[in-house]
């Protein structure tokens, strides 16, 4: 193929090095494929950019602007993703590779756009927890809030996930309303830069919201600020070398990594050979030493189990292993590819020599040219380690390629403690049916690994597997992995905003994140709120409606009709004995229902329908002879498209001595 001549893109601008190109080979060929470099970039100039044109841009943005331009970002990868699949056969991956780099990334996208959608405001400002009273009265409250980072969100990739990696840091980025640069690695930096040009080519994004540097990073990290993010993916080293770079301790930018990890795998006491939890576990293991040709972060390294199993572990994997075909991932029936560079497999042989010093090789040569040519391919090495205890390089040496090591346990505590000896992982995978076993590692081991997968016969055709990160689930973990959290929903986008705790009174705050709070006005009005369209609700607009008195004939006939016969509606006596009652007392349900007669207003729009009910609680009895009424309130509003939108009222009951008998919010779906 033809020399690619990847360029940084800057300041809204293409931009090719002026100097020191770097050549990048084909993992399969070997053949130069493309140069890169970033001399001559003005790194001070692309984050005042950033800060300047892309941030406020992004800023005065709703998170449900954000999120559609997610989806619309998602739909240009997806719409060219054969582009991106034909340049990924030369990292050395496979089609079913290819599928979890471009399109998981693209499916990343998506989910950052629905959640953005669905659990955040169509506002700026995202309300973190309940209103907190601050006085007697109720006239000064506190309310934490997130607001948007002022900085600039500096991107630094891995080479084995091009694409997925990018999007997967770009979607709660982006979502948050910050700009960002991204800084891919060289060694498949082809196919970052190809899938960052159709980003940019959509037309999506507005101005200086995303740069792209092909190569050294300069002088960029000198000129950061307390506003910025810093999100690394790669090397310990690495980490620990940008970690304490003397601007990022002395502005205290936020720093969050994701680096090597030495994550196990469990075969439980309870599998032994002929359970489904043991075939599930060999079959992963195989899986995750081979997909990506086991360049994941995630991968199994350490694979576990009790003394009694090892010999049958070691034959079902290698029999396994026997089957994977290696070769160019062009071809058809390949399974496994190559390593992403030379580079690489002298890392993977190097890593397996030093292995080997305390554990043997049971499957696989390192020293093998499976394909002939100058690729990077190697065979599958499975080592086992009969001491484990004995053998400290297999918790500390993490060879990035397809390599494990399997190793047997005296007991559960055993197991336990040797999971916790790689002092921290991303990902930890447990096969037992048994859920004392599965309680006792979790509580043992949790606080050790950022993700458990427990897989049994119940959720293993179902399960995405042991490594395989999700954009709803954190995707990071403690110690040697790096101590910081990405994706995770709502959660991976807070890590790109600021916390901050406002103090006011409710009408204030209420003002400030377009939320009716508890204090703040109420203003009423002649029309029905139920009459109005999204639109023409005002945030604590109310109706007080009348009152109605709930007998005894009520509270029996509405036992009978639903057979809620519960003892505090129907036996006097029982009731009176109770701790809490003084009597019989009306359902909690019949208190609803009669709560929504009394509010609704039966014509057809602009409420389309109830979409939920939440937050619900009872808080004083209501006996026979007592009367309810009802204040509805706009909570707050969302328009989600042209044609509807969910309106959130706060509901409270009272009864005749203005005692609040109960609360919840309820959602509606509203015509715009």
């Given amino acids: 193929m033809k020399t690619i001549n990847l360029l940084n893109y800057a300041q809204d601008g293409w931009y090719q090095a ?70 990924n056969y030369e990292t050395g991956a496979t089609r079913t590779d290819g599928w979890i780099d471009i399109e998981g990334g693209a499916g990343t996208l998506f989910s950052f756009s629905s959640k953005g959608r669905r659990e955040l405001p169509n506002q700026r400002v995202l309300i973190d927890g309940q209103m907190e009273m601050l006085s007697k009265g109720g006239t000064f409250v506190g309310q934490h809030v997130f607001t948007s980072l002022q900085g600039v969100a500096v991107h630094i990739n891995a080479f084995n996930f091009p694409v997925w990696g990018m999007l997967e ?141 090892i010999d049958a572990v070691e034959e079902a994997i290698a029999a396994r292993l026997a089957k994977v075909r290696i070769g160019d991932p062009r071809q058809e029936g390949v399974t496994m590819g190559a390593l992403a560079s030379r580079d690489q497999l002298r890392s993977v042989r190097e890593a397996v020599a030093e292995l080997s010093k305390s554990a043997r090789i049971v499957a696989g040569d390192p020293d093998a040219s499976p394909v002939e040519g100058n690729g990077s391919f190697i065979e599958p090495i499975l080592l086992r380690s009969d001491d484990p205890w004995g053998s400290p390089a297999v918790h500390d040496v993490e060879p990035f390629g397809p390599v494990s090591t399997i190793m047997p346990y005296r007991d559960l ?172 007392v009306a359902h909690g349900y019949l208190i609803l229902s009669f709560a929504a007669g009394l509010f609704v207003e039966p014509a057809p729009g602009p409420v389309l329908a109830n979409t939920g009910l939440e937050n619900l609680r009872f808080q004083t009895p209501l006996y026979p002879g007592d009367s309810m009424r009802v204040e509805l309130t706009v909570k707050s509003k969302s328009v989600r498209d042209e044609e509807k939108g969910e309106v959130r009222w706060a509901v409270y009951i009272f009864n005749q001595e203005d005692e609040a008998v109960a609360s919840y919010d309820l959602l509606t779906m509203n015509q715009p």
């Fill in 18 to 87: 002026s100097a020191n190109l770097a050549e990048v080979r084909s993992a399969v060929s070997g053949e130069v494929i493309a140069t890169t470099g970033s001399r001559g970039l003005d790194f001070k100039a692309m984050l005042d950019h950033a800060r300047k044109v892309g941030g406020p841009a992004l800023r005065r943005m709703t998170f449900h602007d954000r999120a559609w331009m997610l989806k619309d970002l998602g739909n240009a990868i997806m719409a060219r993703k054969e582009e991106l699949y034909e340049l």
């Fill in 169 to 309: 840091k770009l979607g709660p980025t982006i979502l948050a309303g910050v700009p960002a640069i991204v800084k891919p690695a060289s060694a498949t930096g082809y196919l970052a830069e190809a899938a960052f040009r159709i980003m940019i080519e959509a037309n999506i994004l507005p101005p200086g919201a995303l740069q792209l540097i092909m190569g050294s990073t300069g002088d960029l990290l000198d000129h950061l600020t307390l506003q910025d993010v810093v999100s690394f993916t790669g090397s310990a080293q690495t980490a620990m070398k940008l970690q304490t770079h003397p601007v990022i301790a002395r502005e205290s930018v936020r720093f969050i990594a994701e680096r090597d990890s030495l994550n196990a795998s469990i075969l439980g006491p309870d599998a032994g050979p002929g359970t489904p939890e043991f075939d599930l576990f060999v079959k992963e293991v195989v899986r995750e030493m081979t997909v990506k040709a086991g360049q994941k972060c995630t991968a199994i390294r350490r694979a576990m189990a009790a003394a009694e199993h």
């Fill in 413 to 584: 505590d055993d197991a336990i403690a040797l999971a916790n000896r790689g002092m921290g992982s991303l990902a930890l995978s447990l096969f037992t049916f048994d859920p004392r076993v599965a309680e006792d590692f979790v509580l043992g081991s949790g606080a050790y690994h950022g993700r458990m997968m427990i897989l049994d016969r119940t959720s293993g055709k179902e399960s995405t597997g042991h490594g395989s990160p999700l954009p709803v689930l954190v995707h990071g973990g403690p110690g040697r992995a790096g101590g910081g959290e990405e994706m995770g929903g709502v959660r991976g986008v807070t890590h790109y905003m600021q916390r901050t705790a406002l103090q006011g009174s409710p009408a204030l705050l209420s003002g400030i994140v377009k939320q009716w709070l508890p204090g703040a006005p109420k203003p009423e009005g002649e029309v029905h709120p139920f009459r109005k369209r999204i639109s023409e609700l005002e945030v604590g607009y109310t109706l007080k409606t009348a009152s109605r008195t709930v007998t005894i004939e009520d509270i029996e006939h509405f036992a009978h009709f639903t057979g809620d016969t519960f003892y505090a509606h129907m036996d006097e006596e029982a009731a009176k004995a109770s701790p809490i009652f003084e009597g019989r």
